[in-house]
């Protein structure tokens, strides 16, 4: 048998006591007798929140989603909620995405909140995470929360967490949460439920939410444009499928073809190798459906629908897939377009983005004489926002990772209602005898050309975990003093709060929380932000380049890969 650290192994006997069912114990003994390695990392460290909630793989012990842990949160969440609102009925509503175990575990989450006189709306099947979002607000309810993963692996699950808003937690809530959860015991968790506090939420909510989908993603397109336009959807096994169909034709959008091979919510994504609509390979029988269809546009969604990926014919009729800054910027460039044409604008609105998405955005936005915010990766920083400047009316926001939010009636990325305006814009710029790439185009020939690459490193486990510490480390104590022979002029180092400009030998504070991010920024506009992903074993490196040649653009991408040996 291989050496076991003896910390690992205590924790690893805690969860041997009979608080733990049976099955539990049993896994814990075959991994100490035959399986050391998945033992240490089970129990090597605890999950903790991160940009998206808390995620990671099923299974048992501290660093696993499981019953325990999961129950352990709620039972922390709730003590903070009865802290929060020490006079009020409290009320939280439960949703799940198509992962294994997600039905039953959100059960298991309710059951914890009855346990402690908390009422539960819970979905009683799947739905999409903005929804979810939604019904937050639209049944006023203190917390949310919704198991999902998003698109990482089968293996994975998660838990997000959303506030009386309709935003996920943010700082102090989530650090106060985290201080209740870290001084319980697993055997203080209440499990049995009190089923007369849940209640079972369905059509009411659907059609309410379809409703403001409706509201917010409509923008006056003839029924002969919606009549012209032929869409092929993919909801890649997941739970768009419950809503998207729903409010297209709602919307009437007749011509629409789903790639029915993928229609059926399974958490094995099973004709995918990864259900992530950022990757090409994701959308692969879509664009064979749409080449075979002749079809105008192709919408795929991640498996908790709250991401989208779009393709459009390019001036060849071929299908391309834009990446999720060109999306972002069509949409906005679109959504401006559309209030300016109906004066809404008034100087009192804004949009917002992220620090590591295209900086095209704040030169469209301000354009327009419309306020741009930029907050950090993950769109609780958006949502914030929203609540944080209350005088100010939120347009729609997005990032780079194909994520969009438009209003203000959820406070999350929506792939069901950022859907609707991609196909709000395909059939307006159709009927025009334009197109989405056109569009594309002519934004580009306006600003200028924009080229972002995203390249993300695997490290798994927690070796993989001090390999992208230590990388971290180097960027930070070894800075790069330039890039493809541009000089490094700034650096923002958001772990520290500080800005150094290196020209000048000077530093300003980032008035921003902290978190691992490091962005560099040259003399000739290269950008390269370094962050470790806060839901996945990743580093990711986020590139951007400006310029008048886009193939001269890839090139120099290219090239900046390659020097940071990040291939």
């Known amino acids: 048998m291989r050496y076991i650290d003896p910390d690992i192994l205590d924790k690893a006997n805690q969860w041997l006591t009979p608080f733990f069912d049976e099955h539990t114990q049993h896994t814990i003994k075959e991994l100490i007798a035959y399986d050391s390695e998945t033992l240490e990392d089970s129990f090597y460290k605890s999950l903790e929140f991160g940009t998206g909630g808390m995620r990671g793989i099923m299974g048992v012990g501290d660093n696993r989603i499981n019953k325990y842990t999961l129950g352990k949160n709620t039972q922390g969440l709730s003590n903070y909620l009865k802290k929060q609102f020490p006079s009020e009925d409290l009320k939280v ?38 929804e979810l979002s939604f019904a937050v607000k639209h049944l006023d309810c203190h917390c949310g929360i919704v198991l999902t993963a998003s698109h990482n692996p089968p293996e994975y699950n998660g838990y997000k967490v959303y506030w009386q808003d309709g935003g996920q937690l943010v700082p102090p809530q989530d650090g106060e949460i985290i201080q209740e959860i870290n001084a319980l015991n697993y055997t203080d968790v209440k499990f049995e439920a009190d089923e007369n506090m849940l209640e079972w939420i369905d059509s009411e909510v659907d059609e309410a939410f379809s409703a403001a989908s409706l509201e917010n993603g ?13 869409i092929v959807f993919t909801s890649l096994h997941g ?56 079809a105008d546009i192709v919408i795929g969604t991640d498996p908790d629908c709250d991401r989208l990926g779009i393709a459009v014919r390019n001036n060849n009729n071929e299908m391309m897939l834009l990446n999720g800054n060109q999306a972002m910027v069509l949409k906005s460039h679109f959504l401006l377009e559309a209030w300016k044409n109906a004066n809404r604008l008034s100087g009192k609105q804004f949009m917002a983005s992220t620090i590591v998405s295209t900086p095209m955005l704040k030169e469209v936005v301000e354009s327009y004489g419309v306020l741009y915010k930029e907050g950090l990766t993950g769109f609780k920083w958006i949502a914030k926002m ?16 194909f994520g969009f939010m438009v209003g203000d009636f959820v406070r999350d990325k929506d792939a069901v209602t950022s859907t609707l305006l991609a196909c709000e814009i395909a059939a307006q710029k159709k009927a025009e005898g334009s197109s989405m790439y056109e569009y594309l185009q002519e934004i580009y020939a306006e600003y200028g050309f924009f080229s972002e690459r995203l390249v993300s490193m695997v490290k798994k486990g927690k070796q993989g975990a001090e390999e992208i ?99």
């Open 93 to 130: 509503a439960i949703a799940y995405d198509c992962r294994h175990n997600s039905k039953s575990l959100a059960k298991v989450v309710a059951d914890v909140f009855t346990a402690n006189g908390i009422k539960v709306y819970l979905f009683s099947d799947l739905r999409p995470t903005p």
């Open 218 to 230: 409509s923008f006056g397109t003839s029924e002969v444009a919606k009549d012209g336009l032929k």
């Open 239 to 294: 739970t768009s499928i419950t809503m998207i169909p729903k409010v297209l034709e709602m919307a009437g959008y007749s011509n629409v073809l789903v790639v029915e091979e993928q229609s059926e919510p399974d958490g094995d994504f099973p004709t995918v190798e990864s259900p992530n609509p950022e990757e090409p390979a994701a959308l692969k029988m879509a664009l064979e459906l749409a080449d075979k269809e002749n």
């Open 386 to 401: 929203v609540k944080d400047f209350p005088d100010l009316e939120f347009m729609g926001g997005g990032e780079e990772s």
């Open 469 to 567: 510490e230590q990388m971290m480390k180097n960027l930070r104590e070894s800075p790069l003093e330039s890039i493809q022979g541009s000089p490094v002029a700034r650096i923002e180092d958001y772990l520290l709060s500080e800005a150094r400009n290196i020209s000048e030998g000077t530093k300003e504070i980032l008035h921003v929380p902290k978190s691992n991010v490091l962005i560099y920024y040259t003399e000739d506009g290269i950008k390269v932000a370094a962050r470790p992903s806060g839901t996945e074993p990743k580093i990711k490196f986020y590139m951007s380049v400006k310029g008048s040649n886009p193939e001269i653009l890839e090139t120099k991408l290219d090239a900046i890969v390659e020097e940071l040996n990040i291939a």
